[in-house]
């Protein structure tokens, strides 16, 4: 287990992330993730990332929830408050999903959304895991390569994270997911909006959805 004294070290000591690069805890050399990742990104290893599993950029980070972690315990909640606290990181919490694991993924997602404002991306298991932060590496590398300082001004609507947590609400796509995000900047602004907010973004039944889906 990690000591929150040295957490804010390993969180934030991380060298520059090159553009197409992942930088990967050690930890995870040998795993199904890492090995789908090669060939399609460069993955870089570095010992002791603390908190974090995956740097996609240099502000820019992952946390991955296995099915493991939500069976065993809460610790894994203790892991991503301590991220909060100790970091600026924008943190993306990746969580198996999976039959042994489902029961207790409305537990996480109210916790992340709601209650620590950070971006959920459920995944089936590493495999597509592997696609998400590939794609993710895709996305920030072209933000970056664009122009280098748009991220300093960039709004969370446009972070890719953020759009694939809206859009798993039912009846929400991305269109939809703009215009929320448009009117409620963060997750957490959208997940306590009431019904009336809501509906006078998407409409009555898409904002009970909503609020289902929060609830």
Same mark, same amino acid.
């Given at each position: 287990?990690?000591?929150?004294?040295?957490?804010?070290?390993?969180?934030? *000591?991380? !060298?520059? %992330?090159?553009?197409?690069?992942?930088? @990967?805890? /050690?930890?995870?050399?040998?795993?199904?993730?890492?090995? $789908?990742?090669?060939? $399609?990104?460069?993955?870089?290893?570095?010992?002791?990332?603390?908190? @974090?599993?995956?740097?996609?950029?240099?502000?820019?980070?992952?946390?991955?929830?296995?099915?493991?972690?939500?069976?065993?315990?809460? !610790?894994?909640?203790?892991?991503?408050?301590?991220?909060?606290?100790?970091?600026?990181?924008?943190g993306i919490?990746?969580?198996?999903?999976?039959?042994?694991?489902?029961?207790?993924?409305?537990s996480v997602?109210?916790?992340?959304?709601?209650?620590?404002?950070?971006?959920?991306?459920? %995944?089936?298991?590493q495999g /597509?895991?592997?696609?998400?932060?590939?794609?993710?590496?895709?996305?920030?590398?072209?933000?970056?390569?664009?122009?280098?300082?748009?991220?300093?001004?960039?709004?969370?609507? *446009?972070?890719?994270?953020?759009?694939?947590?809206?859009?798993?609400?039912?009846?929400?796509?991305?269109? $939809?997911?703009?215009?929320?995000?448009?009117?409620?900047?963060?997750?957490?602004?959208?997940?306590? *909006?009431?019904?009336?907010?809501?509906?006078? %973004?998407?409409?009555?039944? @898409? *904002?009970?959805?909503?609020?289902?889906?929060?609830?």
């Amino acid at each position: 287990m990690v000591e929150l004294e040295n957490t804010s070290v390993q969180v934030g *000591a991380v !060298s520059a %992330v090159p553009l197409g690069h992942v930088l @990967v805890d /050690e930890k995870w050399r040998g795993s199904e993730l890492v090995q $789908k990742l090669q060939g $399609k990104i460069r993955v870089l290893f570095e010992d002791g990332l603390g908190l @974090v599993d995956f740097h996609l950029s240099n502000c820019c980070c992952v946390i991955y929830i296995s099915e493991a972690d939500l069976v065993v315990g809460s !610790s894994y909640k203790r892991k991503l408050v301590r991220f909060r606290n100790a970091s600026n990181l924008r943190g993306i919490v990746v969580v198996e999903k999976t039959r042994m694991s489902e029961q207790y993924f409305p537990s996480v997602q109210k916790f992340v959304l709601l209650e620590l404002g950070m971006a959920l991306i459920p %995944v089936a298991d590493q495999g /597509e895991a592997s696609q998400l932060i590939i794609q993710l590496v895709h996305e920030e590398s072209k933000e970056r390569d664009h122009n280098p300082f748009l991220r300093r001004n960039r709004l969370h609507l *446009a972070e890719p994270s953020v759009l694939n947590t809206i859009q798993q609400i039912p009846g929400v796509g991305k269109i $939809k997911a703009l215009s929320l995000l448009q009117e409620f900047p963060s997750i957490h602004h959208l997940g306590n *909006a009431t019904t009336e907010e809501l509906s006078a %973004v998407v409409g009555h039944t @898409v *904002a009970q959805q909503i609020r289902a889906f929060f609830s």
